[in-house]
């Protein structure tokens, strides 16, 4: 039996949608420590320490989602092995459960080796530092000594491609110098374990396939361990003997990458079909209803990519017919709740002045050139002035990548939400 490298226990990771990270001082840690209690203590009582009213006690409940639950699996010395799923299926936040970055809510992690990572753009690097002098960090931080990067270090300089830029601070470097220097670091620094996440994608065509046939010589030649994320299946297949697939936070499947991949590529929703009949969390007279909301490509049976033609088909009811209908649907941000597109029958006119009592209504978006990623849907029904029914995340759907410029590189999400067509010239 092959050695352990990588050990994953029952990792689960829970998150509060809305928390944010704010760093204080000691004083106002303690300031905000005791004057939040003596408030506590003293709320709903008068001068005279008496309490008149009675209080009423509101069971507040947070809102926390899983970004990943109950996963378990093995890695062995020298394998390389693919993480695939789609946007939001927790192989980031996997990765770096792994390396550290952040704790896991619940289970353990076993690591037998050295780590180096390349997660995100400069992931490491310290961007006041010159490109040679973070060559040198990485290296202290991996435990290597000084002789030993001195050894490595020409290698380095010759796969990043960078040489002309290796005195200048890496904060004026741009992201795909970045990514070169990142990765040739993480590759020639000889770490046991290399993770990578799909920031490899920031690179041009010919780096890429640079960058995976290191990654196949490092684990044929040199018996490192690699954990590859990419939704790019050419790649996975080409690189892994062996897949897991992560779906909503859950390991679902893990074998050899062809079975993988195809069962990924089976699991590829091209319809988020969301019935809306049970939702209680609703606003508005419920006068018109909305039992469901559909989003499929255009092209039935291939998923909405970047540039795509989808649809939103609303299924509607109501006792009467419905007199001066308006429908707003808002497409969001699924985790930053940040507007993207907003949608409304009265701007773009398309619905008559009287609606059957039932029936469907369908809304298709042209050409949708957005980044990859998770989209939240909203939708309110209006009859007249009136707010009938209003659901907020009533829905969602996925953006899949696709290479819209034809250069292999897109931006993430959280850089740009649109992808415009443009040309640059010199005049």
């Known amino acids: 039996m092959s050695e352990i490298t990588i050990k994953v226990k029952d990792i689960s990771k829970e998150y509060r949608i809305g928390e944010t990270n704010e760093f204080r001082t000691m004083r106002e840690n303690i300031t905000k420590a005791v004057s939040g209690g003596m408030k506590k203590l003293f709320s709903g ?12 006690q509101i069971e507040q409940k947070e809102n926390f989602f899983w970004s990943l639950k109950d996963v378990s699996f093995n890695v062995s010395h020298g394998e390389i092995v693919g993480i695939v799923g789609r946007n939001g299926a927790g192989k980031s936040t996997l990765l770096k459960i792994i390396t ?55 290698e380095i300089l010759d796969f990043s491609e960078v040489e ?30 290399l993770l990578i996440d799909e920031v490899l994608a920031v690179g041009d065509a010919a780096f890429q396939k640079k960058c995976l046939g290191k990654l196949n010589n490092v684990a044929a030649s040199e018996g490192r361990t690699v954990l590859f994320v990419s939704h790019d299946m050419t790649a996975i297949l080409s690189l892994c003997q062996r897949a897991v ?12 990458t062809d079975e993988i991949v195809q069962t990924y590529m089976q699991s590829l929703n091209t319809t988020y079909d969301t019935p809306l009949e049970d939702r209680l969390d609703r606003y508005g007279d419920k006068s018109v209803m909305v039992k469901s909301l559909r989003m499929e490509n255009v092209e039935s ?17 109501s006792d009467k017919p419905v007199r001066y209908p308006k429908i707003i649907i808002k497409i969001r941000d699924f985790r930053t709740r940040m507007n993207i597109v ?27 050139y957005v980044t990859p990623g998770r989209c939240a ?19 969602y759907f996925d953006v899949e990548t696709e290479d819209v410029y034809g250069s292999g590189k897109l931006p993430t999400r959280e850089q740009s939400v649109y992808l415009p067509k443009y040309d640059w010239e010199i005049v």
């Open 301 to 317: 049976g291939k998923p909405i990519k970047s540039g795509s033609n989808f649809k939103i088909v609303v299924e509607y009811a």
């Open 245 to 256: 697939l992560l779906e909503s936070g859950q390991l679902v499947a893990e074998g050899s």
């Open 342 to 368: 907003r949608l409304d029958s009265e701007v773009k006119s398309g619905l008559p002045e009287l609606l059957p009592a039932s029936g469907k209504i369908t809304c298709v978006i042209e050409d949708l």
């Open 377 to 395: 849907v909203d939708i309110e029904f209006i009859r007249g002035i009136t707010s009938a029914d209003r659901i907020e995340h009533a829905g």
């Open 45 to 56: 009582f008068d001068r005279n320490g008496n309490n008149p009213r009675a209080v009423k």
């Open 100 to 154: 550290g970055i952040t704790e896991p809510t619940e289970g353990r992690i076993d690591i037998y080796g050295r780590i180096a990572s390349l997660l995100e753009v400069g992931t490491g690097f310290h961007l006041e530092l010159t490109g040679r002098e973070n060559i040198y960090l990485n290296g202290a931080i991996l435990g290597m000594k000084k002789r030993e990067i001195n050894r490595k270090f020409d």
């Open 164 to 193: 002309q830029f290796i005195d200048t601070p890496v904060k004026y470097y741009s992201s795909g110098m970045r990514v070169r220097l990142g990765f040739s670091v993480a590759a020639h620094l000889e770490p046991e374990i």
